[in-house]
């Protein structure tokens, strides 16, 4: 550990208190009202389920944002990867190469590689049903009533694979009630949306509810060498759903859903000029070439039962029960280039079944939520590494089965109205199989295509493991006034281990070997307030993390190359503070901001250099990826009334991100600090049931990068290429975030 980590969290910490005290000091003096005044600017209270059980947010001792629908719908919020510009230290982006993929990072923690067999770290919720794979994982925000994230582990309540957080998707419930709604959104890029949602009671006990969009949208650019759109989209989602009331006191709710993603396969944009073609960057970055076809389809489905039963006034139990799906067929050229240098084509196929059980018991001075979680699922794949300049393919696949159980409980006693205390504990078994095959093909090959016996076998081999872990959390709360809440928490949660499917046993025999979990603690400080009698809030959170056993991939010299290994080969230390504030300064006016600091660094890294034969730590060169030191964002919103027979909002804001490494090792891919500006102008009528609105997003059409490959060619000390890369060409790629669009929406509800 680094000697001044300490004396850095202590800083953090002045750093929050001072601002938070500057900030109480500073809004009284911004406005003096009457009684009257004070009351209409007054915040409405958000209600949460950040501990499984209906809370205010401020009185949740966790670092939590919330969205509602509304607040959604208002700015024009069309996926959850734009949650990213309002949230600190949260990174929620589409993973390179592909439309519908996620990389969801929290506090420095994530999933870089969305290969099966991997493990995210930001945990992923729909209605309380966990989403195990990142492939089609890029929610559209649809049918939904609101949206939480919660940053830090989520071990003890939310299980394995939470240590960086979890984000939880609630979609809208039944009520019984006659209710339609048509919207529709034309704009920039021949965008062409439709969304249909409705409910109604078959009687008096039963009700039933769907909900289908279809969302189409030309490339930002195209193939310059085939005339194929690229980064379009043509997505069809839907959702039906049930509700039985079979008495006062149980609660029956039938959901299914699907989504079918046919948007093209997604083309790099190359930083450097082609060894292979000559063919120097584009002027456009969302331009590109390909050898392959951009056929690409992605399906995620998926059904859920949730029984709640009151059983009295003190005691109630829940039952979740769910079944996933998905496939994903894709076509990645790596080298973005019209000759087939490093094509990969992929197939991914997953599905999982889970079951929870949840026994509840609320009194006036203590709460608890405990049960039992089971999870089987099986993930499978296989790609193929086509190197047309060497005319062989290498091809990995496989399949890994998992199998886990946990119990958990966790309580809050309230010793008084001021003191309280959380206590709360999971123990985890994970039981893991997986076989692996790695390929080598004379020609080139694409996945199921049967060209004979191959060339060489690098991998065919099968193995299992399993893991166990208890992951405990406390928490204190003090509620100095009705206003202020201060905590303290600590918390711990693992990412959960697995097998390299990419292993190539015949380099290296170790490749073999699972690899165990990663390991989180965190500790936790920080307030939730509200002053001006309501009309603001500010929360405020400092923490400190000790990352063991981290999961990198390391490269090892060998007698006939150099293979990959991943290893638990790291510890690192993440801290930081995140800021969070409201307030409506007049009855028609208000202001956001959040401010995210992380400060992530490794104290060891192992990693063998094939160069000296030797295990170097090699700590001073790695950074964190995809985590920027510093996150903001201030926005505002501005009613006007009697407006055409409704309401004006005009809202606005601006997100801000610093330097951001897009892997461990610095690159040419990574991104300097930038800023998104947005803005929206929605009209709503004074009975409720029209709505129209329009929304500009990057307003500056800020060009900035999000992820890439990086497989450059060597280099002398000047940067000069110096031999050819992996299939002879140097390919640096980047994938970039959406350009200015503007669009126009008109909606109809009753």
């Not at 206590?423 to 893991?432: A, H, I, Q």
């Not at 693992?494 to 979990?517: C, E, I």
């Not at 409506?584 to 202001?591: A, E, K, N, P």
């Amino acid at each position: 550990m680094n000697n001044n980590n300490p004396q850095q969290f202590r800083r953090h910490l002045c750093a929050v208190a001072v601002t938070s005290a500057l900030f109480g000091m500073a809004m009284p003096a911004m406005a003096q009202d009457n009684s009257e005044d004070e009351e209409l600017r007054r915040l409405e209270r958000i209600q949460v389920t950040a501990r499984r059980t209906v809370e205010n947010l401020q009185e949740v001792p966790v670092s939590v944002s919330s969205f509602s629908d509304q607040d959604m719908e208002r700015v024009g919020l069309t996926d959850i990867t734009e949650l990213q510009q309002r949230m600190p230290n949260t990174t929620m982006q589409v993973s390179r190469g592909t439309n519908s993929t996620l990389t969801a990072y929290i506090r420095g923690i994530g999933q870089q590689d969305p290969l099966w067999g991997f493990e995210p770290g930001v945990g992923i919720y729909i209605d309380d049903v966990y989403i195990a794979r990142p492939q089609g994982a890029v929610l559209e925000v649809f049918d939904v009533e609101r949206v939480e994230v919660l940053r830090g582990p989520q071990g003890t309540l939310y299980g394995k694979n939470t240590i960086g957080g979890a984000m939880k998707y609630v979609t809208r419930q039944l009520t019984g009630d006659n209710e339609f709604s048509i919207r529709g959104t034309v704009g920039s890029y021949n965008q062409r949306d439709l969304h249909l949602s409705g409910q109604t009671a078959l009687s008096d006990n039963f009700y039933v509810g769907a909900a289908f969009a279809t969302l189409n949208r030309d490339g930002f650019g195209e193939y310059r060498n085939t005339g194929d759109d690229n980064y379009n989209k043509e997505l069809q989602t839907a959702r039906i759903s049930a509700m039985w009331l079979p008495s006062d006191t149980v609660r029956v709710r039938f959901a299914a859903d699907r989504t079918e993603d046919d948007s093209n396969s997604k083309g790099g944009y190359r930083l450097t000029q082609s060894q292979v073609t000559g063919q120097m960057p584009y002027s456009k970055v969302f331009d590109s070439d390909t050898a392959m076809p951009v056929d690409n389809y992605v399906k995620t489905e998926g059904m859920s039962l949730t029984v709640d039963w009151e059983i009295d006034e003190h005691w109630s139990f829940k039952s979740v029960t769910a079944k996933r799906e998905g496939y994903t067929d894709t076509n990645i050229d790596f080298d973005s280039t019209p000759q087939p240098t490093l094509l990969v084509p992929a197939i991914y196929e997953d599905e999982q079944f889970t079951q929870e059980f949840q026994l509840n018991y609320h009194s006036d001075n203590f709460r608890f939520v405990g049960g039992y979680y089971y999870y089987d699922g099986e993930a499978c794949g296989v790609f193929g590494t086509l190197l047309g300049q060497l005319g062989v393919t290498v091809e990995n696949g496989g399949c890994v089965e998992t199998e886990s159980q946990a119990i958990f409980g966790q309580g809050t006693y309230r010793f008084d109205d001021q003191w309280s205390l959380t206590l709360g504990g999971r123990y985890t078994k994970d039981e893991k199989a997986a076989d692996v095959q790695r390929f080598t093909y004379l020609g080139l090959k694409y996945p199921g295509q049967d060209v004979g016996a191959p060339l060489v076998v690098n991998s065919d081999f099968a193995t299992d493991a399993d893991w166990s872990r208890f992951s405990p959390h406390v928490s204190v709360s003090y509620q100095a006034n009705r206003d202020l809440m201060y905590y303290a928490s600590y918390s711990n949660g693992f990412k959960s281990g697995g097998v390299d499917m990419r292993a190539d046993v015949s380099l290296n025999p170790d490749a073999r070997n699972p690899y165990d979990p990663e390991i989180v603690d965190t500790f936790e400080l920080g307030l939730k307030s509200e002053l001006m009698n309501g009309s603001v809030r500010l929360n405020a959170s400092v923490f400190y993390s000790d990352y063991q056993d981290m999961q990198v991939t390391v490269q090892r010299a060998v007698a006939a190359g150099v293979a990959s290994q991943v290893l638990n080969a790291a510890d690192a230390t993440v801290q930081g503070f995140e800021l969070e504030s409201i307030a409506r300064l007049t009855d028609s006016f208000s202001m956001n901001f959040t401010l995210g600091y992380v400060d992530a660094s490794f104290d060891k890294v192992e990693f063998f250099n094939p160069n000296t034969q030797q295990v170097e730590d090699v700590s001073g060169i790695w950074s964190f990826a995809n985590t920027p030191k510093w996150s903001a964002n201030i926005g505002f919103r501005q009613d006007f009334g009697n407006v055409w027979n409704g309401d004006l909002v005009w809202s606005g804001n601006l997100a801000y991100r610093s330097e951001t490494q897009i892997f461990e090792v610095p690159s040419m891919l990574d991104m300097g600090a930038y800023s998104i500006a947005n803005t929206s102008l929605v009209w709503y009528h004074s009975q409720g049931h029209w709505h129209a609105g329009l929304h500009v997003k990057n307003l500056f059409d800020k060009e900035y990068r999000l992820a890439g490959y990086n497989f450059a060619a060597p280099r002398d000390a000047q940067g000069n290429i110096v031999g050819a890369g992996l299939g002879g060409e140097d390919t640096i790629v980047g994938y970039y975030g959406n350009p200015r669009q503007v669009s126009f929406t008109v909606g109809y509800r009753f």
